[in-house]
T-cell receptor, first 116, second 113 residues
Framework: AQSVTQPDIHITVSEGASLELRCNYS??????LFWYVQSPGQGLQLLLK??????LVQGIKGFEAEFKRSQSSFNLRKPSVHWSDAAEYFC??????????????FGTGTQLKVEL | EAGVTQSPTHLIKTRGQQATLRCSPI?????VYWYQQALGLGLQFLLW???????NRGNFPPRFSGRQFPNYSSELNVNALELEDSALYLC????????????FGSGTRLTVV
């Protein structure tokens, strides 16, 4: 069964510092991988996705992520964090449901706090 | 283009009552997915509807049910509410092109007292 691990529950960084959020997945085939962000009281916004090709993917808001098959990882990075990046970040792996639908399996999330 | 819209934003119910949550997908999207985000449990897949039919469900009891209407909007019903049903319920839609990921709504916060 597919699974996603986000080992860091909370991370605090200073504004302007670099950020890396870790994500490890377990999936039998080539995975579809996603990062979402959730601001308080809001739904999830897609930051970026990977399904094939270049292992370094660019997303919105200056985020990027690198797919490393050998490490089963898909870590999210940002060179310089802004105070508005404070939110909860979810890594997800996509799978196929019986009947052809698509299910996302989410990690438990990483809460990012940005210190001014 | 309007995004995925969910209503109501907040819902307070008493244990044992029924709750009805609504979701309108992005225009052109035929699939609707429901997820439960409960405190401490993360996001759990609940239900998938496509072309008016329930296609798959997660590991939830039958009192979680719903339907999809001809215009592809969807309704989630939770019967015999229990305290642990308190959660944020998120609806997402997709066009079937999974590589693009889901588009989520802002959710309905259900509180059972």
């Amino acid at each position: 069964a597919q699974s996603v691990t986000q080992p860091d529950i909370h991370i605090t960084v200073s504004e302007g510092a670099s950020l890396e959020l870790r994500c490890n997945y377990s999936y039998g085939a080539t995975p579809y991988l996603f990062w979402y962000v959730q601001s308080p009281g809001q739904g999830l916004q897609l930051l970026l996705k990977y399904f094939s090709g270049d292992t370094l993917v660019q997303g919105i808001k200056g985020f990027e992520a690198e797919f490393k098959r050998s490490q089963s990882s898909f870590n999210l990075r940002k060179p310089s964090v802004h105070w508005s990046d404070a939110a909860e970040y979810f890594c997800a792996v996509g799978g196929v449901l019986t009947g052809g639908g698509n299910k996302l399996t989410f990690g438990t999330g990483t809460q990012l706090k940005v210190e001014l | 283009e309007a995004g995925v819209t969910q209503s109501p934003t907040h819902l307070i119910k008493t244990r044992g009552q029924q709750a009805t949550l609504r979701c309108s997908p992005i225009s052109g999207h035929t699939s609707v997915y429901w997820y439960q985000q409960a405190l401490g449990l993360g996001l759990q897949f609940l239900l998938w509807y496509d072309e008016g039919e329930e296609r798959n469900r997660g590991n939830f009891p039958p009192r979680f049910s719903g339907r999809q209407f001809p215009n592809y909007s969807s309704e989630l019903n939770v019967n015999a509410l229990e305290l642990e049903d308190s959660a944020l319920y998120l609806c997402a839609s997709s066009s079937g092109q999974f590589t693009y990921g889901y588009t989520f709504g802002s959710g309905t916060r259900l509180t059972v007292v």
